[in-house]
């Protein structure tokens, strides 16, 4: 996997930005000496902004969307799954309270440069994000969502890739692709984690099954539905195991499908045009927070 720059006569993509995925990494590896017109840190806005700045210039596009989680709301999947990231305490550690702040200034700066800004109550983002790219792609339009998120790894098809920026930077434009990254196609994702289980999201997984044996269970049988047809076949031990966590199985399989039916407003995102050649509106919003 490697970086791609576009060129003019390429389709423009639609950037889907994981907002607190990369606020959070740049919350957590920037400064809070980088402080804003009040004095108050804005280290995540700042280095968000700037990543923003390069993708445009790197994917040639000023199509831009920002989809958001929805803090302080359980999520549907909190009900299939109460102990759903239940490792993880707040975004932004003993810093949360400024993380929310800097939040809330993100999205109101992406909104005075013209970039939708897109989340709903029960759902996380990475729903909204699937949502959008699976509507945009059927319309032909190109996404490419922005995510150091695994998870996403899952929408890749024709239409759908994913740029993450880790350290060297993956971009997922096919099956071979995330096969690379998980050993498994885009459709086995989310019978992998089920069985493998994901750490980061609090998914134990089935016990006694990892990583290998689950990606050789996707690669041999595809879905749940048909390994457990085919139980007969497998060693004693490995049947036992599939057998003792099928409930669990098939529980975390629904806890880590993305949606992709959510309403969403595509026409909005569609005809949206970041501008990073701010007018008189969002340059006054930019110097209140010091962006000036």
């Given at each position: 996997?490697?970086?791609?720059?576009?060129?003019?006569?390429?389709?423009?993509?639609?950037?889907?930005?994981?907002?607190?995925?990369?606020?959070?990494?740049?919350?957590?590896?920037?400064?809070?000496?980088?402080?804003?017109?009040?004095?108050?840190?804005?280290?995540?806005?700042?280095?968000?902004?700037?990543?923003?700045n390069l993708s445009i210039r790197q994917f040639?596009?000023?199509?831009?969307?920002?989809?958001?989680?929805?803090?302080?709301?359980?999520?549907?999947?909190?009900?299939?799954?109460?102990?759903?990231?239940?490792?993880?305490?707040?975004?932004?550690?003993?810093?949360?309270?400024?993380?929310?702040?800097?939040?809330?200034?993100?999205?109101?700066?992406?909104?005075?440069?013209?970039?939708?800004?897109?989340?709903?109550?029960?759902?996380?983002?990475?729903?909204?994000?699937?949502?959008l790219a699976v509507a945009l792609a059927a319309?032909?339009?190109?996404?490419?969502?922005?995510?150091?998120?695994?998870?996403?790894?899952?929408?890749?098809?024709?239409?759908?890739?994913?740029?993450?920026?880790?350290?060297?930077?993956?971009?997922?434009?096919?099956?071979?692709?995330?096969?690379?990254?998980?050993?498994?196609?885009?459709?086995?994702?989310?019978?992998?984690?089920?069985?493998?289980?994901?750490?980061?999201?609090?998914?134990?997984?089935?016990?006694?099954?990892?990583?290998?044996?689950?990606?050789?269970?996707?690669?041999?049988?595809?879905?749940?539905?048909?390994?457990?047809?085919?139980?007969?076949?497998?060693?004693?031990?490995?049947?036992?195991?599939?057998?003792?966590?099928?409930?669990?199985?098939?529980?975390?399989?629904?806890?880590?499908?993305?949606?992709?039916?959510?309403?969403?407003?595509?026409?909005?995102?569609?005809?949206?045009?970041?501008?990073?050649?701010?007018?008189?509106?969002?340059?006054?919003?930019?110097?209140?927070?010091?962006?000036?």
């Amino acid at each position: 996997m490697s970086e791609r720059r576009y060129d003019e006569e390429a389709l423009v993509a639609i950037l889907l930005i994981d907002g607190y995925n990369l606020m959070y990494r740049s919350f957590t590896s920037l400064p809070r000496s980088i402080v804003g017109a009040d004095k108050k840190p804005i280290n995540g806005v700042y280095g968000l902004l700037t990543f923003l700045n390069l993708s445009i210039r790197q994917f040639g596009t000023d199509r831009v969307t920002f989809a958001f989680d929805t803090p302080g709301f359980s999520t549907f999947r909190h009900d299939l799954y109460p102990d759903y990231q239940g490792q993880r305490g707040p975004l932004g550690g003993e810093h949360a309270d400024d993380f929310a702040r800097q939040t809330v200034i993100l999205q109101e700066v992406a909104t005075g440069l013209g970039i939708p800004v897109v989340a709903r109550e029960r759902f996380e983002a990475d729903d909204l994000i699937g949502s959008l790219a699976v509507a945009l792609a059927a319309e032909g339009e190109h996404a490419i969502i922005v995510s150091t998120d695994r998870d996403l790894l899952q929408l890749i098809r024709p239409g759908i890739e994913m740029y993450s920026p880790s350290n060297p930077p993956l971009h997922a434009r096919s099956e071979d692709d995330v096969r690379a990254r998980l050993g498994v196609s885009p459709a086995g994702v989310t019978t992998f984690k089920a069985l493998a289980g994901d750490a980061s999201d609090n998914i134990p997984g089935v016990p006694g099954i990892g990583a290998k044996s689950a990606s050789s269970l996707v690669a041999q049988y595809g879905t749940l539905e048909n390994m457990y047809e085919h139980l007969h076949e497998m060693p004693p031990r490995l049947s036992t195991k599939l057998s003792e966590g099928r409930a669990e199985a098939f529980l975390f399989r629904q806890v880590v499908t993305v949606l992709t039916d959510l309403e969403v407003p595509v026409d909005e995102v569609r005809e949206a045009r970041a501008k990073m050649a701010p007018d008189d509106t969002s340059r006054q919003i930019l110097n209140r927070f010091g962006f000036g």
